[in-house]
Nanobody, 115 residues
Framework: QVRLVESGGGLAQPGGSLRLSCAASGMNFKIATMAWYRQAPGKERELVALIVRDGTTNYTDSVKGRFIISRDNARNTVFLQMNNPQPEDTAVYYC?????????WGKGTLVTVSS
């Protein structure tokens, strides 16, 4: 059973920074593609960033140059460094992986960007 547990959400000021973490278990983390999604109030869930086993990353256009996804295979953890967050980044952020044909999700962590 795959388990994904997000942490690090909270209140961030515009132009500040915040780092989200996702601890994974029940899978071979080092070969898995890991992703962060987000869902803002009244909007559909969207892909924010992903990182594949070789470290290649991909970002949605709205966060390019501001957010950084990374992974620590020794700790089975994926991170999302949120730099210069803006109010439009306010959302619940979810960790995701597809493992053995199933899409697994964490429960999410709320990020609120406000002054």
């Amino acid at each position: 059973q795959v388990r994904l547990v997000e942490s690090g959400g909270g209140l961030a000021q515009p132009g500040g920074s915040l780092r989200l973490s996702c601890a994974a278990s029940g899978m071979n983390f080092k070969i898995a593609t890991m992703a962060w999604y987000r869902q803002a109030p009244g909007k559909e869930r969207e892909l924010v960033a992903l990182i594949v086993r070789d470290g290649t990353t991909n970002y949605t256009d709205s966060v390019k140059g501001r957010f950084i996804i990374s992974r620590d295979n020794a700790r089975n953890t994926v991170f999302l460094q949120m730099n210069n967050p803006q109010p439009e980044d306010t959302a619940v952020y979810y960790c995701n992986t597809n493992w053995r044909g199933t899409s697994w999700w964490g429960k999410g962590t709320l990020v609120t960007v406000s002054s």
